[in-house]
């Protein structure tokens, strides 16, 4: 008899490495997830201090073009 959500296979090592497969995916999940939050938290940094702001300007001075800087500063 077969239930949804449950896995029924008939040896044990198919159990393990779906259950191994599953734990995986749950992992790579919560990794993204934490990269998210970390790149909007930077993003929401940049965004409120203006003296950051000035200093990232100063380091990639070579990417930011003379109109950018005049709009940044």
């Not at 029924?8 to 990794?31: A, G, M, P, V």
């Not at 940094?45 to 200093?55: C, D, E, G, M, N």
């Amino acid at each position: 008899m077969r239930r949804t959500g449950i896995i029924t296979t008939d040896s044990e090592n198919q159990k393990r490495s779906s259950w191994i497969l599953i734990k995986n995916l749950i992992n790579f999940r919560k990794k993204c997830r934490n990269l998210m939050l970390r790149c909007s938290t930077i993003s929401v940094i940049i965004k409120i201090s203006p003296s950051f702001q000035k200093r990232m300007t100063e380091i990639f001075r070579p990417a930011y073009s003379c109109s950018n800087q005049s709009t940044i500063s």
